[in-house]
C-alpha cells in the first residue's frame, strides 16, 4: 500500500506569501504538490492549482470572466464585422454540436452561404492536446469519430463537404483554422460556444485573429436552452440555487417559447461544390490519436454495438423514450435495474442531439404545452434536462471550477486521504461494498453509470473513503462516453457537497441503505457482479455481514474496505476541521 499523504493545510499560497507561516507558526502546505502528483492539476497544459483569493476576486467581480470577456469582444467588434461581406465560401465549425438538425450555428453558417449562392464547407478539428487536457475518455473519441463517419456521409447528400484535421499542438488550432479558411476564401466562420475557460478564451483570441483578416469569426448560443445571463435572482445575480432557477428557467421559456423552436437543416450546396471540393469529399475520417486509441478490439465493439453514433440514433432514442418510458419516468428513474431512463447522455454531450430537442419532444408528447404540467414523468425528465442547463450557467459565471477549483473554495482546506490503494479498488470495483462494485464495473464495461449510482459511488469516493474527490472527477472523464466537464463537476461537487447546491456534508449516504431501497432485490448487482450472482435474499446488499461470507469469500469478493460508521464519523471530522480552518467566505455567490 503506498504511504498516506495528508494535506495539513492545503491552500496554496500566492507566490508573494509563498514562505508567510500560519499562526501556528507551521508553513502553509503547498497543495499544487499533490494535486499535481495524483494528475488532477495536469502542468503540461495549465499553471498550478488556483488560490481561494483568486476565486474570491472572481466573486467580488474583480476578474471578467471568460464569457463576458467573449460576449464583450463580440459585441465590440459587430459592426466591424458586419461590413465584411461574404467570400467564396462560408464555413461552420463543429466542436460539441455534430449534428445537421436543430443547430443553429449550422443554419446561420447555411443561410449566409445561401445569401450569395456560395458554398457551405464543414470542419471538425481533432485536437489530441485538447482531449488529453480535458481527460476526454477513449470511449467518447471513439464514439466521436463514428459520429463523424455519419455526419460526414449525411452532408456529403447535400453536397456539403466535411473537413476533417488532426492538430498535434492545441495551440495551432487557431492558425489552422485561418489557413483554410483563408485557402477557401471563406470570410465568415460560425460555431457553436462551448462554456469551459479554455475554449472561451480561444474563440475569444480567435475572434480578434480573424478580424484582422478580414474574416467574421461567429460563435452563438445553441448548447443549452436559455443561454447563461438570461436568467437572474432577486438581486440581479446568477443563481446558484437550483429550484429557484428552475422556476425561472420555465417562466423565460414559457414567455419566450421560440427558445424552443428548431433549426432546419442546413440548405444543399450548389452543385458545383462536389468537384471544387473533391479532395475534402474524398478524405477520409482520421483514427484516434494514439493517447486516446481504444487498443481492446472487443472493447471498441462493445461501445459501438451499445452506444451507435449519429444523431439518427439519437432522434430514435427520443423518440422511443417519449413514446414509451417517460410516463412513468417519475416513478423509475432512480432504479437502476429498471432501464427506465432515455440514455441520451452520450447524443446531448456530443451534440448529435439539442437539448432543445429534448426538451420540445417532451413538450410535445405532454397533455400540457407548459414545461411544469401534464405528467409527472414529463415534468421530471425536463427538470432533469434542465439540471444539464444549470450547471453551464454554474460553470460561466464561476469560471474557477474549471480550474481544479471547488464551487466553495473554501472546502478546499479538508484534509483529503491519497490512499492509491483505496483509490484502485474504488476504480476497479473491489471495495467489497456491491453496490459500489456494481456501478464502477458497468463504468468500466460501458462507458456510462445509472444517475442514482453515479451519486453512490461518488459519495463513498469523498466521503467513506474521504478521498481528494477530483480524483474520482477525472476518473469519470477518462471513462465515460458521456463526459461533460459541467455536468460531471457539478454531479461530484453535489455528492462530495463542494459544489453548487450541494448534499450538506453531515449527510452521509449509507451504502447499505441505498443498495436495499434502489436495488431491493438485487437485480443490478448480480448483473454486474458476478462473483454475487448466486447469493440469495437480502445478504446481496451485504454479503460479509448479513450473509456471514462464506460464500463471497469462495467466490473471491472482497472484504469491505471500510467500516461505513467509523469512515462517517472521520468524514465529519474531517469536513468540520476543512471548514474551521478557512478564511475564506462560506459559498461564492448569491445563495437564494
Ligand atoms: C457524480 C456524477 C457525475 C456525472 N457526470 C455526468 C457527465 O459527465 N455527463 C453527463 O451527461 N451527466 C453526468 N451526470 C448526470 C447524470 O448522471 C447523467 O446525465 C445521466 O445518468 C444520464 O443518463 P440518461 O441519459 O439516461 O438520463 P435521463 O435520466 O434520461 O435524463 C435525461 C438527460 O438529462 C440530463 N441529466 C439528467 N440528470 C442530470 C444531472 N444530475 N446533472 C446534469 N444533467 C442531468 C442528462 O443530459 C440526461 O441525458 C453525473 C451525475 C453525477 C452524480
Not at 464555413?91 to 449550422?106: A, I, M, P, S
Not at 474521504?466 to 463537476?489: P, Q, T, V, Y
Request: with cysteine; charged share 30%.
Amino acid at each position: 500500500m503506498a504511504p498516506k499523504r495528508k494535506a495539513t493545510s492545503p491552500v496554496r499560497p500566492s507566490p508573494s506569501k509563498k514562505t508567510k507561516p500560519e499562526s501556528n507558526g507551521e508553513p502553509k502546505f503547498d497543495h499544487s504538490r499533490i494535486t499535481e502528483k495524483s494528475g488532477i492539476v495536469q502542468r503540461q497544459f495549465y499553471p498550478p492549482e488556483m488560490s481561494n483569493e483568486r476565486c474570491q476576486q472572481y466573486n467580488n467581480n474583480e476578474i471578467p470572466r471568460p464569457i463576458e470577456v467573449l460576449e464583450k469582444t463580440i459585441k465590440g467588434t459587430k459592426v466591424d464585422r458586419e461590413k465584411i461581406q461574404v467570400g467564396e465560401s462560408v464555413v461552420h465549425w463543429y466542436k460539441r454540436d455534430l449534428r445537421t438538425f436543430d443547430n443553429r450555428g449550422l443554419r446561420l453558417a447555411s443561410e449566409k452561404a445561401k445569401s450569395k449562392n456560395v458554398p457551405l464547407i464543414c470542419m471538425f478539428i481533432v485536437s489530441p492536446q485538447d482531449y488529453e487536457a480535458h481527460f476526454t475518455s477513449p470511449a467518447r473519441v471513439d464514439f466521436d469519430l463514428r459520429t463523424l463517419e455519419v455526419l460526414k456521409s449525411d452532408l456529403q447528400e447535400k453536397n456539403i463537404p466535411l473537413y476533417v484535421a488532426t492538430i498535434d499542438k492545441r495551440k495551432d488550432v487557431p492558425g489552422h483554422i485561418l489557413e483554410v479558411c483563408e485557402k477557401w476564401g471563406a470570410k465568415h466562420i460560425f460555431c457553436n460556444i462551448e462554456y469551459e475557460v479554455d475554449e472561451l478564451r480561444r474563440e475569444t483570441k480567435l475572434m480578434k485573429q480573424c478580424l484582422e483578416k478580414g474574416i467574421d469569426f461567429h460563435p452563438v448560443h445553441d448548447d443549452v436552452v436559455v443561454p447563461p445571463g438570461n436568467l437572474a435572482s432577486g438581486a440581479g445575480k446568477q443563481y446558484s440555487v437550483y429550484s429557484p432557477w428552475l422556476k425561472a428557467w420555465i417562466k423565460h421559456l414559457h414567455e419566450h417559447p421560440n427558445m424552443l423552436d428548431a433549426a432546419e437543416p442546413p440548405h444543399d450546396n450548389p452543385d458545383n461544390a462536389k468537384t471544387k471540393y473533391k479532395d475534402i469529399f474524398e478524405k477520409s475520417i482520421p483514427t484516434a490519436p494514439p493517447s486516446k486509441a481504444i487498443k481492446d478490439a472487443e472493447y471498441k465493439q462493445r461501445l459501438s454495438s451499445i452506444w451507435p453514433a449519429g444523431e439518427h440514433e439519437a432522434q430514435t432514442r427520443l423518440e422511443r423514450f417519449t413514446k414509451e418510458k417517460i410516463k412513468n419516468y417519475a416513478s423509475s428513474r432512480n432504479l437502476p435495474a429498471a432501464n427506465s431512463t432515455s440514455l441520451i447522455s452520450v447524443h446531448l454531450s456530443a451534440g448529435t442531439l439539442a437539448a432543445r430537442t429534448a426538451v420540445r419532444a417532451a413538450r410535445d408528447t405532454n397533455s400540457s404545452r407548459k414545461l411544469d404540467a401534464g405528467s409527472a414523468g414529463h415534468g421530471t425528465w425536463i427538470s432533469e434536462i434542465a439540471w444539464r442547463d444549470f450547471y453551464k450557467h454554474v460553470l460561466a459565471n464561476w469560471p474557477y471550477i474549471c480550474m481544479f477549483k471547488p464551487f466553495k473554495y473554501e472546502y478546499s482546506d479538508i484534509e483529503w486521504e491519497y490512499n492509491d490503494e483505496h483509490f484502485q479498488r474504488w476504480c476497479d470495483g473491489k471495495t467489497g461494498f456491491p453496490i459500489v462494485d456494481a456501478a464502477m464495473r458497468q463504468c468500466l464495461y460501458m462507458g456510462y453509470i445509472h444517475n442514482r449510482c453515479r451519486m453512490i459511488v461518488a459519495s463513498f469516493l469523498a466521503k467513506d473513503l474521504l478521498l481528494d474527490w477530483r480524483l474520482g472527477e477525472k476518473h469519470f472523464m477518462e471513462h465515460l462516453i458521456d463526459g461533460d466537464f459541467a455536468s460531471n463537476n457539478g454531479g461530484w461537487g453535489f455528492s462530495a457537497s463542494t459544489g453548487v447546491d450541494p448534499q450538506p456534508y453531515f449527510r452521509i449516504f449509507n451504502p447499505l441503505l441505498q443498495s436495499e431501497k434502489f436495488d431491493k432485490d438485487g437485480e443490478y448487482i448480480r448483473k454486474w457482479v458476478p462473483e454475487l450472482a448466486g447469493i440469495e435474499g437480502n445478504a446481496i446488499h451485504d454479503p460479509y455481514g448479513r450473509g456471514k461470507g462464506k460464500e463471497a469469500e469462495k467466490a473471491g469478493y472482497p472484504k469491505p474496505i471500510v467500516d461505513h460508521k467509523t469512515a462517517r464519523a472521520r468524514a465529519l471530522e474531517r469536513y468540520k476541521g476543512g471548514l474551521g480552518r478557512s478564511t475564506a467566505n462560506v459559498g461564492g455567490g448569491v445563495h437564494n
